[in-house]
């Protein structure tokens, strides 16, 4: 079974544009996370997709989007890059939500901001 | 504020005995705790989980300890084995809700 999936491996931004970073959740799985992980705050809750529905949202400002398409890929967006938003950006997916069922992670986009 | 603290960045273990990590919580609603151990360029991964309704949960040469009186969690590795050389992640659930809290990390080096 193919794990979860991320594109790209890496990025390199400029101040002011906007980014596209994409999932595919391991097949069978509703559940679809998004993570950023930086050295000062470690890994950070983004927000949380199921059955194309946002379910749950960190503590991120409002550039910070996402969405999740009818077959459970998604999508997250970051508009007016700061040069603080460089960081490590995972997704993980589960079977259902709101459930004792594991996460399972992608490896990473890398987003570097300039 | 941190919700879910390993108190210790490193560890080094000799290959063979017994590498014990920990890690502490905060919020008595945390119903689900995780340990994912994290290689460099790669996601976490999952390695073991444990309900608050339990004590202990096992899996091959791991084991995870929960004491929720104390808010204390702890993960056996026995034997140690220097592939375990990693970052582990603790992480823990709110009952209903599926977003992890995780602490800060322990990088394990195992020494051959």
């Known amino acids: 079974k193919a794990g979860v999936t991320q594109t790209p491996r890496y990025l390199i931004k400029t101040r002011g544009q906007q980014v596209t970073l994409s999932c595919s959740p391991i097949?069978?799985?509703?559940?679809v996370s998004w993570y950023q992980q930086t050295p000062g705050q470690g890994l950070q809750f983004l927000f949380e997709y199921f059955s194309e529905t946002q379910r749950n949202k960190g503590n991120f400002p409002g550039r910070f989007s996402g969405r999740q398409f009818s077959n459970s890929r998604s999508e997250m967006n970051v508009s007016t890059l700061e040069l603080g938003d460089s960081a490590l950006y995972l997704c993980?997916?589960?079977?259902?939500?709101?459930?004792?069922?594991?996460?399972?992670f992608g490896n990473g986009t890398r987003l570097t901001v300039t | 504020d941190q919700q879910v603290k390993q108190n210790s960045p490193s560890l080094s273990v000799q290959e063979g005995r017994i590498s014990i990590l920990n890690c502490d919580y905060t919020?008595?609603?945390?119903?689900?705790f995780l340990w994912y151990k994290k290689y460099p360029a790669e996601g976490p991964t999952f390695l073991i989980s444990?309900?608050?309704?339990?004590d202990k949960n096992e899996d091959g040469r791991f084991t995870v300890f929960l004491n929720k009186s104390a808010k204390h969690l702890s993960l056996h590795i026995v034997p140690s084995q220097p592939g375990d050389s990693a970052v582990y992640f603790c992480a823990a659930k709110l009952s209903g809700a599926n977003n992890l809290f995780f602490g800060t990390g322990t990088r394990l080096t195992v020494i051959p």
């Open positions: 919020n008595s609603m945390f119903d689900y």
């Open positions: 444990i309900s608050s309704i339990k």
């Open positions: 097949s069978g799985h509703r559940s």
């Open positions: 993980a997916s589960s079977l259902r939500t709101g459930n004792n069922s594991p996460l399972h």
